[in-house]
């Protein structure tokens, strides 16, 4: 049984950066894709960004594209989400989860969620 705990969250001016981490017990780590998504109050939980079990391929919503990075280090267990250049429409509790074999954007291919960090960033 995975487990995924988000760390890194924060509260940051618009335009500042954060890094989040995401750290997973078990020992297949490295044979799942992995994504990240948010929640804003009042919204749908949505995909942000998913990397593939090898690192090789990754994907990212729209909003995001050219500001957040995601990367994994299989040898740490540990998914990281880099964010620059963040805008109050960042804010959100961002969460990590276990995928399958390829990336995907919907929730429902996830199984696995981690109890999620919150991000705030202000104007």
């Known amino acids: 049984q995975v487990q995924l705990v988000e760390s890194g969250g924060g509260l940051v001016q618009a335009g500042g950066s954060l890094r989040l981490s995401c750290a997973a017990s078990?020992?297949?780590?490295?044979?799942?894709?992995m994504g990240w998504f948010r929640q804003a109050p009042g919204k749908e939980r949505e995909f942000v960004a998913a990397?593939?079990?090898?690192?090789?391929?990754?994907s990212y919503a729209n909003s995001v594209k050219g500001r957040f990075t995601i990367d994994r280090d299989n040898a740490k267990n540990t998914v990281f989400l880099q964010m620059n250049s963040l805008d109050v429409e960042d804010t959100g509790v961002y969460y990590c989860?276990?995928?399958?074999?390829?990336?995907?954007?919907?929730?429902?291919?996830?199984?696995?969620w981690g109890q999620g960090t919150q991000v705030t960033v202000s104007s």
């Open positions: 989860a276990k995928g399958g074999r390829v990336i995907a954007v919907s929730p429902g291919s996830y199984d696995t």
């Open positions: 078990g020992r297949t780590f490295s044979s799942y894709s």
């Open positions: 990397i593939t079990w090898s690192g090789v391929s990754t």
